[in-house]
């Protein structure tokens, strides 16, 4: 079936540093994907919506210079934490659907824990 | 605005009880998504049901059952003989239509099943 790929499952980084984590389609074509972040024992809100081709909508409240997406093709979309603080530290899960309407499918990648020393 | 309430936090169960985890949504739209996700301690989403708005049926896979009821605006999920695997986060989850499954979800409920 149908799989949705991250990458780094786990880092950690320096404050101030850059983290880039990558949502990938297996073997479908994903023209959006849902970016989510949950905080320890929180539930996932999300982040941003990640259209291919075009510029991302973000949800209220999330700073767009800080979490950079880009979603430059069908099967990728990445999420860049620029200069990271503890308080970004954060589990990163990006969902996917396979298409729009009633017969579509979601799925979620495998989340990326992001610790920021 | 689109809400989904789950209202316990925490549940404890010894193994073998049946257990009940409520969802209450809100939606304006007549057509929507209905999910249940399962979150064990390593993080990753574990999809459990979609249902629509237009399907009321309740459902039954194995141990597990979904109680859609529209007139309440509820979704509750029952695990019949629970097992200690069953340990995990439980999150309801609400997709409007047209959204691509753009999902709200509850706070979850932390589900513990002791042996």
């Known amino acids: 079936g149908a799989v949705v790929s991250q990458h780094p499952s786990r880092v950690i980084c320096k404050s101030g540093t850059s983290v880039k984590i990558e949502c990938r389609s297996l073997d479908f074509q994903a023209t959006t994907m849902f970016w989510y972040r949950q905080f320890p024992k929180q539930s996932l809100m999300l982040m941003a919506t990640?259209?291919?081709?075009?510029?991302?909508?973000?949800e209220q409240g999330v700073e767009k210079d800080k979490f950079l997406i880009n979603h430059a093709s069908l099967t990728l979309s990445t999420l860049t934490v620029t200069s990271a603080h503890p308080e970004d530290s954060s589990f990163y899960i990006c969902?996917?659907?396979?298409?729009?309407?009633?017969?579509?499918?979601?799925?979620f990648g495998e989340g990326s824990r992001l610790t920021v020393l | 605005a689109q809400k989904v309430t789950q209202a316990q936090t925490e549940i404890s169960v010894v193994e073998k009880e049946d257990v009940t985890l409520d969802c209450v949504y809100e939606t304006r739209d007549t057509t929507y998504y209905l999910f249940w996700y399962k979150q064990p301690p390593s993080g990753e989403l574990v999809f459990l049901i979609r249902?629509?708005?237009?399907?009321?049926q309740n459902e039954i896979s194995g141990r597990y059952s979904w109680n859609f009821q529209k007139s309440t605006s509820s979704f509750n999920f029952t695990i019949t003989a629970s097992q200690v695997v069953d340990s995990a986060v439980y999150f309801c989850?609400?997709?409007?239509?047209?959204?691509?499954?753009?999902?709200?979800f509850g706070k979850g409920t932390l589900l513990t099943v002791n042996p």
């Open positions: 990640s259209n291919e081709g075009s510029k991302a909508t973000y």
């Open positions: 989850a609400l997709s409007e239509a047209g959204s691509n499954y753009k999902l709200t």
């Open positions: 249902r629509n708005s237009f399907d009321e």
């Open positions: 969902s996917a659907p396979t298409s729009g309407g009633i017969t579509g499918e979601l799925f």
